[in-house]
């Protein structure tokens, strides 16, 4: 069986990478895989552990016990840890603080990306478009297609805060751009690495979003199969 296809798409907090990942993966009939869900729901084991997700050998302890398991099917997104579906527990604002702990501790960061490939190569499905914050140069710098998707910092905050609608809409920005501050000291996902798409959502609402991300796909892909 051949491999398959593999669509990177990197960003920062809010940029849009999942919802427009999801709807692009539905599009194209292929996998969604949302790395940052493992990050996340490590924070979310870290914590239920009652341990401090800033303390590395914490982290790596709790990722002893890690039974973890995600769903690449964009119509039918969940993920597991153990027995305890934690797909809405993991985007709970005190995971979202906690969760730049777990994803500097190096060894995490090299454990999760060799599931991340396994997770592709074992899909079964034609193509996986992957998102997360270094999957363009590190996780799968080869992928047939490179996206880095942006936008300007307010314009993520208020999508985020609108999402949010019962907290605080400066909290919800401050947390937002802490993250980010946090995150690009482990990974750069706010240049583009050579060979990577920039697409720009700021003046784009969703749907001219995901149509611009399928263009770039569809030059990408072309003949490829
Ligand atoms: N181009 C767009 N125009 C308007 N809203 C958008 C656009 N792209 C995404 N959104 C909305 O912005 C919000 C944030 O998007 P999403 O959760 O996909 O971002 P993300 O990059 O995955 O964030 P995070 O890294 O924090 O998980 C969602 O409500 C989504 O529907
Ligand atoms: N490739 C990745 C993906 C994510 N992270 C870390 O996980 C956090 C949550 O990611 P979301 O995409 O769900 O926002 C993110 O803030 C990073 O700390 C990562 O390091 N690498």
Redo the contacts with the bound molecule.
Sequence with gaps: MTDPITIAI?GP??SG??SVSKEAARRLRYGYL???????AL?WHVLQHGADTSDAAAVVDAAGDFDYAISLDPDEYWVRVGETFVTDA??EPHV?SA??G???VPVI?EQ?NVL?RRLVAESGRPGVIV?????TT??APDALVRILLTAAPEVRAARRSAELTSQDAAAVAAALHK??A??SQ??D?LTAAPGVTVVDSTDLDFAQTVDTVMDVVRSGTEGSR
């Excluded at 949302?34 to 996340?40: E, F, I, L, N, S």
């Excluded at 998102?131 to 999957?135: C, Q």
């Design positions: 990197d907090a809010g990478k999942s949302d790395t940052g869900a493992a990050y996340r924070a993991i985007r979202s969760v730049s777990v994803a500097r960061r999760v991340f998102e997360g914050r270094d999957i590190v996780v993250r980010d946090s995150d482990v990974v996902f």
